[in-house]
């Protein structure tokens, strides 16, 4: 059978463009922004959310973290303290088999996941409540009057978009349309590194479990700089009867400068590379067969985040202040990582619970935007206990009430009470 398939001769015109109107618009498609999107759609608002990459999950599920953290309390019984989607994928997950509970590791309860389960648990969810969907866009340039931005351009290789919404919600991971609209922004001093997850399969699971962990940090401080290792503590977190081997033990640099940024991955997979080959010299019988199945996209913990109308301080996290606009609660450790070859740990007590403040994610001025996720405002220790995933769910919903209840005024003179009650679960529940 002869095919006669037509085509077009098509030339581009700059003033091509398409535009959509929504109430909210969410940047950044990793766990926060999701968090943000589901919950406005509860909420009965319409929602594009958009991500330069052109899926969906962030580092959630590209970086292969693997790890759900700040879901739960400290202490010898752990309890849930971050519901809203986390209840939906805890459930979902554990019922495909997908989780592993790990307890006893910094005093809580820490939930390994299937990336591949949570990446289809994320596409679907957004499916469901009919999220809007633009990937593989970047940010262009932000139209704001005043305190409210009004519009933004998106650049994507099928055209341009422009979007104008009521409010949106900053979970870049990167501040980058609170940077972009002009509002004031935080970048460190000093490095703060992030790491390059690999996954390997193929390990042996027995001998794997005999390995004791200090010894190894000692054997990999003693050896790190002959086998030109940076890092020099970690984690391996087995899955059980799969022979494979989640591995968090490099530091990466995480610059803000665009070809420097370009190579941070090349850096991570030579660090990650070095380390399977001291790991197989080191301990053969666990990893002797050992081949690296997935390498993540670069793990970014902190870059730049928003000056806030209020800065967190680690002093306020170690004291467990409870703001009077808290939106959110976590007992997880300050986890700082500013140091090449090892981590800050302080990790905190059984009835330890510190919170993060609603102004934390309000720039200064701003009405109708708010950054969620790890560039919320704090000092680089207070950011590190509150930037993993039950924090980041938790600021993700409290942003998408937050613009609900402002409506067409500031999200700086809601109700906070009424707020507050619709966040109990995450501020209260037991």
Same mark, same amino acid.
């Given at each position: 059978?002869a095919l006669n398939?037509q085509?077009r001769?098509v ?5 091509q463009?398409? +535009?959509t109107?929504?109430? %909210?618009?969410?940047?950044?498609a !990793?766990?926060?922004? &999701?968090? *943000? =999107?589901?919950?406005?759609r ?10 330069a990459?052109?899926?969906?999950g ?6 292969v973290i693997?790890?759900?953290c700040?879901?739960?309390s400290n202490?010898?019984q752990p309890?849930?303290?971050?519901h809203g989607?986390f209840d939906?994928?805890l459930?979902?997950l554990?019922?495909q088999?997908a ?18 389960a ?5 596409e679907?969810?957004l ?16 139209e704001r009057?005043?305190? +409210?931005?009004?519009?933004? %351009?998106?650049?994507?290789?099928? !055209?341009?978009?422009? &979007?104008? *919404? =009521?409010g ?6 990167d ?10 922004c ?13 996954l390997?399969?193929?390990?042996d ?10 010894e ?9 700089a002959?086998?030109?290792?940076r890092r020099h503590d970690g ?15 490099t530091?990466?640099?995480t ?6 940024a370009?190579r941070?991955?090349?850096?991570g997979r030579q660090?990650?590379?070095?380390l399977v080959g ?13 081949? &690296? ?11 730049r ?5 209020h800065?967190?301080?680690a002093d ?9 606009d ?6 997880w ?14 990790e905190?007590g ?11 994610m309000?720039?200064?001025g701003?009405?109708?935007l708010l950054?969620?996720?790890r560039c ?5 220790a207070?950011?590190?206990?509150v930037?993993?995933?039950g924090?980041c769910?938790?600021?993700g919903a409290?942003?998408a ?5 402002a409506?067409?005024?500031s999200?700086?003179q ?10 109990s ?6």
């Amino acid at each position: 059978m002869a095919l006669n398939l037509q085509t077009r001769i098509v030339r581009h015109t700059p003033s091509q463009i398409r +535009r959509t109107v929504v109430d %909210v618009c969410v940047l950044g498609a !990793g766990i926060t922004g &999701v968090s *943000a =999107a589901i919950e406005a759609r509860k909420l009965g608002r319409s929602v594009l959310l958009v991500d330069a990459a052109p899926v969906l999950g962030g580092q959630a599920v590209g970086s292969v973290i693997g790890t759900f953290c700040g879901v739960y309390s400290n202490g010898p019984q752990p309890y849930q303290v971050v519901h809203g989607i986390f209840d939906d994928i805890l459930r979902d997950l554990a019922a495909q088999a997908a989780l592993t509970p790990i307890t006893g590791r910094r005093n809580t309860t820490i939930v390994q996941y299937d990336e591949v389960a949570l990446a289809r648990w994320v596409e679907q969810a957004l499916d469901r409540w009919q999220v809007k969907l633009l990937l593989g866009a970047m940010l262009g340039p932000v139209e704001r009057q005043g305190g +409210r931005v009004l519009r933004t %351009v998106f650049h994507t290789r099928y !055209g341009d978009v422009e &979007v104008e *919404a =009521a409010g949106f919600v900053d979970a870049s991971g990167d501040a980058a349309l609170a940077y972009a609209a002009g509002f004031a922004c935080r970048e460190p001093e000093e490095t703060l590194y992030g790491t390059q997850m690999i996954l390997l399969e193929g390990i042996d699971e027995t001998a794997l479990a005999a390995v004791d962990r200090r010894e190894l940090q000692r054997a990999l401080a003693r050896d790190a700089a002959a086998e030109g290792l940076r890092r020099h503590d970690g984690f391996l977190f087995a899955a059980p009867g799969q022979g494979r081997c989640l591995i968090n033990m490099t530091h990466i640099e995480t610059p803000l400068e665009p070809f420097a940024a370009s190579r941070m991955s090349l850096d991570g997979r030579q660090q990650a590379d070095r380390l399977v080959g001291w790991l197989k010299k080191t301990y053969p019988a666990s990893f002797a067969a050992a081949r &690296v199945r997935t390498y993540g996209l670069p793990g970014i913990r902190q870059t730049r985040w928003i000056v806030g109308r209020h800065h967190i301080l680690a002093d306020e996290v170690r004291q467990g202040v409870r703001f009077a606009d808290a939106i959110a609660r976590c007992s997880w450790p300050i986890e700082l990582h500013n140091a090449a070859h090892d981590v800050h740990w302080e990790e905190f007590g059984d009835d330890h619970m510190h919170y993060v403040p609603l102004g934390s994610m309000i720039p200064p001025g701003a009405d109708n935007l708010l950054a969620a996720g790890r560039c919320i405002d704090g000092d680089p220790a207070a950011l590190s206990s509150v930037r993993v995933m039950g924090p980041c769910v938790a600021t993700g919903a409290a942003a998408a009430h937050a613009l609900d209840l402002a409506s067409a005024g500031s999200v700086g003179q809601i109700d906070i009470a009424a707020l507050q009650a619709r966040l109990s679960d995450n501020l209260n529940r037991r």
